[in-house]
């Protein structure tokens, strides 16, 4: 069992950055895809990003271009930087570890102010 545990939110305006972090721990020995969801008030949870081991990376079309996933496999850790922030950003994002998703962690709430 994996257990992940998601920071790095918060309160932005428009056309500002975050970095989210979330940390792997239990059964992560081998873990392989990593990735990153969102859910908006009223809306369904979305895929946002995944990256693989090897470093393969798949965005949602509406942050291609502003986002970066990444990942620290030595320290079971997967990032998401987000740049040029809008207010339809504005979600719970949650860590998935491994990807396709088994549970969910409690997530981090990322508001962006027009």
């Known amino acids: 069992q994996v257990q992940v545990v998601e920071s790095g939110g918060g309160l932005v305006q428009a056309g500002g950055s975050l970095r989210l972090s979330c940390a792997a721990s239990g059964s992560s020995a081998s873990i392989n895809a990593m990735a990153w969801y969102r859910q908006a008030p009223g809306k369904q949870r979305e895929l946002v990003a995944i990256i693989t081991r090897s470093g393969s990376l798949t965005y949602a079309d509406s942050v291609k271009g502003r986002f970066t996933i990444s990942r620290d496999n030595a320290k079971n850790t997967v990032y998401l930087q987000m740049t040029s922030l809008k207010p339809e950003d504005t979600a719970v994002y949650y860590c998935?570890?491994?990807?396709?998703?088994?549970?969910w962690g409690r997530g981090t709430q990322v508001t962006v102010s027009s």
């Open positions: 998935v570890a491994p990807w396709p998703p088994r549970s």
